[in-house]
């Protein structure tokens, strides 16, 4: 489905109550199909592509956390929403400012800050996201497999993670350089640990074990400080688990559903 507005694309799938997916940076809610195969008999699924991703590549809509919230609003109904990496932070900024939309949030390898601080230790370093930006300019289909080898290092499946994340990458289309480079603005400068103590939904927190990209170490800091916060860990998945253990994360984020909606 593509709204006629801003040309912001969902596709809509399954049966049962709704579920927003978001992806993460360079990706489209295609990555999803594992984790779509294993819900979309108890969920009905509303798998969005970010503005300048795969279908939603010409829409007009700016890669900001308030642009993208509001769009989305406009094409999903009132569901709990669950972002993976990038998407993370548009799902948590959804949350915090429209409690009444978002009634839980699950975050798959997704934290409120990406980067290292003096009092954010478990971020990654700066020069990461600094190096990743620097590489678009003199070539940007590099850095997305720089950017993918990284997501996928350290998984129990590495090559099998590797090689799914490679497949979909272009799958949908290029994405916009310039939307990649805003993505990694967002990753690299976004701060949202304020918004954690006032939230009034219960949330998940999903990581991968050996995920070299968002600490899991993050998400538990992110939990402790988030009320009817629940952490889960897949024991030998990296930043990509729902590509190599869906199941276990299908079966997660049902879990924790049904509890919030108890």
Do not use: K
């Not at 049966?15 to 979309?40: D, K, N, S, T, Y």
């Not at 940007?140 to 350290?154: K, P, S, V, Y």
């Not at 939307?179 to 976004?190: F, S, Y």
């Not at 276990?248 to 049902?254: D, E, G, P, S």
Request: charged content about 15%.
């Amino acid at each position: 489905m593509t709204d006629p507005m801003n040309a912001l694309h969902v596709d809509i799938t399954g049966e049962g109550p709704p579920l927003v997916l978001l992806h993460g940076w360079a990706m489209h809610g295609g990555i999803f199909a594992p984790l779509v195969q294993a819900l979309r008999a108890q969920r009905t699924l509303y798998v969005v592509d970010l503005p300048g991703h795969g279908h939603s590549r010409d829409a007009g809509v700016p890669l900001t956390l308030d642009a993208c919230a509001r769009a989305i609003l406009d094409v999903v109904p009132p569901a709990p929403w669950c972002g993976w990496s990038l998407g993370g932070l548009i799902a948590l900024h959804a949350a915090a400012q429209w409690p009444a939309r978002v009634p839980a949030l699950a975050m798959v390898c997704a934290t409120p800050r990406f980067v290292r601080t003096d009092d954010w230790p478990q971020g990654m370093p700066a020069a990461v996201f600094e190096g990743f930006a620097a590489g678009l300019h003199a070539d940007w289909q590099g850095t997305i497999e720089r950017f993918l080898a990284l997501e996928a290092f350290g998984s129990e499946h590495m090559r099998e993670e590797l090689r799914l994340l490679r497949e979909a990458v272009l799958a949908r289309g290029a994405p916009d350089p310039q939307v990649l480079a805003d993505g990694l603005h967002l990753l690299e400068t976004c701060d949202l640990r304020a918004a954690l103590p006032g939230l009034a939904m219960p949330s998940l927190w999903l990581g991968g074990r050996r995920d070299r990209l968002v600490n899991p170490a993050a998400l538990q800091a992110a939990a402790a400080l988030a009320p009817r916060a629940r952490y889960v860990e897949i024991a030998h998945a990296g930043h990509a688990p729902f590509l190599t253990h869906a199941d276990a994360v299908a079966t997660a984020l049902l879990d924790f559903l049904d509890g919030a909606s108890a």
